[in-house]
């Protein structure tokens, strides 16, 4: 933020670190060093990649090396501002921060820099060479303009741990709500201690009008034109001083990490800022405020200097002529000669018409763009009828033809500001409708090369009523393989929905296969020199579909394995995993993930990645949602069961549901008893929550998994990224039939009053945002599960029951949640007296141990109840749990009821009690889970003689050491 210096403790400058040799550029390209992937964090993990469930009350550390294009500005060995690496020769930072005078001979740019405090082996330091301001930025004025690109003494040499931040390039759109990353070394409070080491903040975008508003309560005279802001409104997380000059960065939605703004200005950190008006001056706060990097792309890649292949101005947006093409043949060739390389910075777009009824055949005869794995630094986007994108290409393996069924189609060309290549050829004729099968989505390819294909859109979800084919024709000596390296379809019994049929000929009449879901097919050889694929999806329930290789295998010989190509790994077999799962509370066999990672629209949840989610359905009707904490127990609100008097009758519970019109997979069971908390209080909404007994238990099964509870009384740390799941999060629009998921921020508790003045109790909490419509829980989904991720990874916790809100359309609010870790010894009383009751017919009940003897246990995964009745006197017993050779065992406790005055369990690593102690267990400190070391422990109760009982909740785990 645009403010006071930070000053960072450092002494002195260290010396270069020796790089490893680069690999040699392609040939024709410039010197610029190739070994950089902009935007790849090479040690992040796909949690990093595809979610921000992490703190950000105030920020974070950030794990080292995950965000290597960094850098520390620095006078006098002192941090001041930070900046981002754009290419080897380039950072961009705010004006602000270099309009001092002398910057060149008194600034020092540090990258690979981590913590302040210690010496890092990644730390190298440049001289400035030039520094330029954007003309148009006013020290009077300094938040408008606020950039500026600093040109090294010497090339930064790219490694693993030092890359560049990718530029956005002009398609980029990072909505509202999208949480995107500011990184910096700045206070950590206003006006309070500076880290040591680099901290990061996710923020959500704010709606530029909104951001205006805000801006005019603090100073109407104030210019925003080439802003872009961030930021809660009720505050609490922000960047700050000495964060200034430093990158904030969205994601694309496959993993590549784009510099958005730089971190410019605030008024003040992290304050308060939706309502300023009712705020004194002195008070109020603002958004966080970021330099526009796309607004000001054009000024960004010009004053970035590179060898060129031609001295061509860079005011030229298409080196070739663009426009309209029409007729019934013609050509695209860029560059055109006697240019050999196409430029930095194209943006060429045609527009091909052929006579009304014709269709298109695009055929290629050279192309060689920059590769990337999604396509988004150069490429070529063909669409059809200017909107539908039949296909994104790029890399140096020219597409198939392609026969767009319409007459028109439009193409569009993006180079960036880093390398390029030889371009591309391609030609167009117009040909009859019945040249080839016909396909709604708009292109039939034919093939008649090895090489890949894939489902429209890829990688992001293909479109609704897709009916897409691929002709492949090989050798007459050849037969032909597919080979599926990426699969996401939607999920169906028989593949009666969206799906993807190979056939062993053109007419389609004799099917190889028919795949969907999740699950990565076997390769499928065909039986002659030709091969169909056709591809089609439904009206809903869109994924990011497949991509495949083609290959030819000569008749003759055996199948043979093909490597994948560049860029490619396996994925993860989601069945296989699914069938070696381990059933445990708080896990799911398919991973949570978040395409667009907003907190301002909900989105599709992946099927089976919420486990524990029931629907509550009455007479055929979803009426509100829970969630499964045992075999015979759902978890829900008070308010969602009170006023149905037919509940036992008419009402099942459904688990392992993802949509709602679908039942493959799914449990339905009747309602046994409804135990609503005695203290529920309709008209205050006070203790709203409520147990659902059932007839008969769920069978745990990759489908349907138990939620963790948490600890009795703990808290959820305000602004923590946390998940609510339900089938009616869309307010807006018709209830959705698929399982939808919205990550909400839990709020402060003198935010939520603020909100709701004279409602909230001690049993409540707020979550969610009003920055958007759609960012709140509103009252048509009581019952449904927050739950938020613990320390062990991939093992979520229920913290929340959605309750209700207010005005979810026209005066938007956060949701008001049951706090259920208030709750936790009702439950558990009232779970753990069912488990200790006789066994009713057609029950399934936990196991549990009356403490007689010593006993061992030797089966994972397992769930035990340790009951030490009053009317035993003084013994001591022991449960030991053995685990294989080279394992180790994780403990998970739901439960502890006894007098320690009497009783006493203690838990030793090691096959007897003579081992190390790894825990003395209280009501007051019982622990969530213990971890041994190696593959025993022993737990331990001991009572006296006095009348008293001891009872324990637990489950247990083995894993494997390696």
Same mark, same amino acid.
């Given at each position: ?7 960072a =403790? ?5 010396c ?13 390209? =410039?010197?610029l ?8 964090s ?11 469930? &992490? ?8 794990? $080292? ?7 520390s ?38 990258? @690979?820099?981590?913590? !302040?405090?210690?010496?890092?082996s990644?730390?190298? !330091? ?15 004025? +300094? ?24 530029l ?43 951001c ?17 802001c961030?930021?809660f409104?009720?505050?609490? $997380? ?8 430093? *990158? ?41 405020v ?28 298409? &080196? ?10 013609g ?17 060429c ?18 192309f ?26 790029? @890399? ?11 007459s ?29 099968p016909?396909?709604?989505?708009? &292109? ?8 890949e ?16 084919h ?26 009666? !929905? ?8 053109v ?5 190889? @296969? ?6 990565l ?73 978040f ?11 992946? +099927? ?39 509940? %036992? ?10 949509d ?43 489908y ?10 703990s ?9 609510? &799941? ?10 959705s039939? $698929? ?34 419509k ?9 019952g ?27 005066? *938007?609010? *956060? ?25 009713? *017919? ?40 053995q ?13 502890? %009821? ?39 422990l ?10 008293s ?11 494997s050491?390696?």
């Amino acid at each position: 933020m645009l403010g006071m210096p930070t000053p960072a =403790s450092r002494q002195g400058l260290k010396c270069w670190r020796r790089n490893p040799e680069h690999r040699k550029p392609d040939q024709g390209l =410039s010197g610029l060093c190739t070994v950089s992937r902009c935007g790849e964090s090479p040690l992040a993990t796909d949690t990093d990649n595809y979610g921000l469930l &992490s703190r950000i009350v105030g920020g974070t550390v950030a794990k $080292k090396l995950t965000h290597p294009w960094i850098v520390s500005l620095k006078r006098d060995a002192k941090h001041f501002c930070g900046g981002t690496i754009i290419s080897n020769k380039y950072v961009i930072t705010a004006a602000h921060c270099v309009s001092d005078r002398n910057v060149e001979a008194t600034v020092i740019v540090c990258i @690979g820099d981590h913590d !302040f405090s210690v010496d890092e082996s990644t730390e190298r !330091f440049f001289h400035i060479k030039k520094v330029t301001k954007h003309p148009n930025f006013n020290p009077s004025q +300094p938040i408008n303009y606020d950039i500026a690109v600093l040109e090294l003494a010497r090339s930064i040499k790219f490694d693993e741990k030092i890359q560049p931040a990718c530029l956005p390039n002009p398609d980029d759109i990072f909505a509202a709500g999208s949480l995107c990353v500011a990184l910096g070394w700045g206070r950590l409070q206003e006006n309070g201690q500076l880290p040591t080491r680099l901290q990061q903040v996710a923020l959500p975008l704010v709606e530029y009008k909104r951001c205006l508003h805000a801006m005019e309560t603090l100073d109407g005279r104030l210019v925003f034109d080439t802003v872009v802001c961030a930021g809660f409104p009720e505050g609490g $997380k922000d960047a700050c001083q000495g964060d200034s000059g430093g *990158p904030f960065l969205c994601q694309r939605s496959h993993g590549r990490w784009v510099l958005v703004g730089v971190t410019s200005w605030g008024m003040g950190c992290a304050r308060k800022w939706d309502n300023n008006l009712m705020q004194v001056p002195g008070k109020r706060g603002s958004p966080a405020v970021f330099t526009d990097i796309q607004r000001l792309l054009h000024w960004v890649t010009t004053n970035l200097k590179y060898e060129q292949p031609t001295l061509t101005p860079y005011q030229v947006h298409c &080196s070739v002529n663009s426009g309209f093409l029409r007729g019934t043949a013609g050509q695209i060739i860029l560059p055109a000669a006697p240019q050999k390389y196409y430029l930095n910075n194209e943006n060429c777009r045609w527009m091909i018409i052929v006579p009304q009824g014709k269709h298109i055949l695009l055929t290629f005869t050279r192309f060689n763009l920059e590769w990337d794995y999604s396509c988004d630094l150069d490429y070529l986007a063909i669409y059809s009828k200017e909107i539908h994108l039949i296909g994104k290409f790029c @890399g140096n393996v020219p597409p198939r033809p392609i026969l767009v069924s319409n007459s028109d189609i439009s193409l569009k060309f993006i180079s960036d500001f880093q390398e390029y290549r030889t371009g591309f050829a391609l030609s167009y004729l117009a040909v009859e409708p019945n040249f080839y099968p016909d396909s709604a989505c708009g &292109s039939v390819a034919v093939i008649f090369e090895e090489g890949e294909i894939q489902s429209m859109n890829h990688p992001q979800k293909y479109t609704r009523n897709a009916n897409c084919h691929w002709v492949v024709y090989s050798p007459k000596t050849h037969t032909i393989k597919i080979t599926f390296l990426v699969f996401e379809v939607e999920p169906s019994n028989g593949c009666i !929905f969206d799906r993807v049929v190979v056939y062993h000929n053109v007419a389609g009449t004799v099917v190889a @296969g028919k795949f969907c879901g999740f699950a990565l097919p076997a390769p499928v050889l065909s039986t002659s020199n030709v091969m169909q694929i056709k591809f089609t999806s439904d009206t809903a329930g869109n994924y990011i579909g497949f991509r495949a290789v083609i290959s030819f295998v000569p008749i003759s010989t055996s199948i043979r394995k093909k490597t994948l190509g560049r860029g490619y790994s396996r994925p993860r077999n989601t069945q296989a995993a699914m069938e070696t799962y381990d059933k445990v509370c708080g896990a799911a066999p398919v991973p949570p993930r978040f395409i667009h990672r907003s907190i301002s629209e909900a989105e599709e949840a992946i +099927p089976n990645s919420w486990p524990w989610q029931v629907s509550i359905n009455c007479g055929g009707t979803h009426v509100c949602s829970g969630a499964i904490i045992s075999e015979r127990f759902v978890l829900t609100s008070a308010s969602c069961v009170t006023e149905r008097n037919e509940i %036992h009758d008419v009402c099942f519970v459904i688990a392992g549901l993802h949509d709602l019109e679908r039942s493959e997979n799914s449990q339905k069971r009747l309602v046994k008893q409804v135990i609503v908390h005695p203290e529920f209080s309709p008209l205050l909404m006070d203790f709203d929550i409520a147990l659902i007994q059932l007839e008969e238990g769920y069978r745990f099964s990759p489908y349907i998994q138990p939620i963790c509870l948490p600890e009795a009384h703990s808290m959820v740390e305000p602004s923590t990224l946390c998940v609510v &799941s339900g089938w009616d999060l869309k307010r807006d629009e018709e209830k959705s039939k $698929k399982l939808q998921q919205l990550e909400v921020a839990v709020l402060p508790d003198d935010i939520c009053n603020d909100y709701y003045p004279n409602f909230i109790t001690e049993r409540m909490f707020c979550a969610g945002t009003a920055t958007s419509k759609s960012s709140v829980t509103c009252p048509g989904q009581p019952g449904a599960p927050l739950v938020c991720l613990s320390d062990d990874p991939g093992i979520y916790f229920i913290f929340g029951i959605v309750s209700w809100g207010v005005g979810c359309k026209e005066n *938007p609010k *956060p949701g008001v949640y049951t706090n259920v870790s208030v709750f936790v010894e009702w439950i558990d009383e009232i779970v753990l007296a069912d488990s200790t009751s006789p066994n009713e *017919p057609g029950s399934t009940q936990d196991s549990y141990v009356t403490c007689k003897e010593d006993v061992m246990f030797l089966q994972s995964p397992g769930e035990l109840k340790l009951v030490v009745s009053s009317q035993h006197k003084g013994f001591r017993c022991q449960l030991k749990i053995q685990a294989p050779k080279d394992h180790f065992i994780i403990i998970h406790f739901k439960h502890l %009821h006894g007098s320690y005055a009497h009783n006493s369990l203690v838990i030793y690593e090691g096959a007897s009690s003579n081992g190390t102690v790894k825990a003395e267990l209280t009501k007051d400190e019982i622990p969530i889970t213990i971890t041994s070391v190696g593959p025993s422990l022993i737990i331990e109760a001991t009572k006296a003689d006095a009348p008293s009982e001891l009872r324990v909740w637990f489950t247990y785990t083995f894993h494997s050491q390696h």
